[in-house]
């Protein structure tokens, strides 16, 4: 604050002549604002004419007020005024409003004391008493809005035989082979129609987990004659899918999506990270956007979800062990997406030459070491292959090939 923005006409360096006549503004955001901002970093800049003001607002799990009532966000470089029903997507958003706590009226609770999934999980976790007063207990029935008491989203998405047919939004998990390793691909790089997971969460996430080690162990592509196989460690594998079930947001209308490239896994999780954590303090941070469905899942006996916290860094060491560079975060739009890229961490030169000291037979190409790699970038793979040339370890097939039919072989 104190400078103005480049459209202003002025002089657009307006300081303030002392720290104390910011104080009304720093009153606004740590009084007048319902709840308070809380951890702010307030600092004062001093410049020749005066101070300006540096004031950094982290990511915050709940949903604010102005003195006056109104809740804004962020568009683009401006703000934006929300009410009603986009208040109360921001707060499922945020997590600071549970959506698994809502009732779902087309499921009595009848329906779930009779489940088989409620009935296999309270032998599992050793309980005698009553089904509906386990299901009171652990917190998963509300009250719906006549009064009479139904299961919620929580309860229906872990005991109900369909819950994507109970509930209002999408909550299955759907699982792709693309042939490509492009961004955007086109129905013709579909190895097989995309597979549709459907029934309660424990089942979902094993039956995804099937699918997707079944598509995995047999994914592969030919570069020329050579077949190249993609490997990624089961364990890593399994704990991002558990992760985008038990943490996605569940209010919003769309399925967790799957898609197996030919270089990368990405799953892409419906909303975004949720409460204070961002891409950058994912793996320190820990906020769960649906508590009841985590607790339930994780005291099962051997259950899929580690404690909060311990999955990623499984997926990273796992990734690792398997000589796999790190998983990478990212929100695109309305969603969370995990990366797991089928690249080295051994350098390109290190890939290639690995690869044709275990077939000494093959030719190496640019793109079956961009394959094998997982390095994008056709021009440091380039590179890569010259340095490999100019050391006298590969050599080219025909010097009178054009450059992007290059092929090399092992000297």
Known sequence: MGIEDKKYAGERIRPFIEPESANALISVLLEQTTPA?????????????????????PKSPKVHYTASGDCFIRLNAGKQKIKGERVTALAYSKGSLLYEKVPVATVSLKEIEESKHLIDYMQRVATSIPAESFLRK?????????????????????????????????????????????TEYKREHLAEMPATINGPLESVIRQS????????????????????????????IQEVLVNAVIHRDYSLNDDIHVKIFDNRIEITSPGKLPGYMNTDNIYDERFSRNPNIVRMLHNLPNPLNHDIGEGLDTVKNELKKAGLVAPVFEERGNAFVVTMKHQRIASVEDVVMGYLSENPDSLMTNKLARQLSGEDDINK???????????????????????????????
């Open 381 to 411: 793979v380039k590179k890569a292959l010259q340095k490999l040339r100019a050391d006298k370890k590969l050599a080219l097939v025909d010097d009178n090939a054009k450059t992007f039919n290059y092929q090399y072989k092992k000297i």
């Open 138 to 182: 652990q917190r998963l029935v509300a009250e719906n809005s006549n009064g009479t008491n139904v299961p919620n989203v929580g309860c229906v998405l872990l005991f109900d035989e369909e819950p994507q047919a109970s509930i209002d939004t999408r909550c299955a998990i759907k699982v792709y082979r693309l042939r490509t390793t492009d």
């Open 37 to 57: 901002v809380d951890s702010l970093i307030v600092e004062f800049i001093t410049i020749k004419s005066g101070f300006l003001l540096h004031i950094s607002i």
């Open 209 to 236: 987990i099937e699918k997707i080690k079944a598509l995995v162990n047999g994914a592969s592509f030919y570069d020329g004659e050579n077949l190249v196989k993609m490997q990624y460690p089961a364990d890593a």
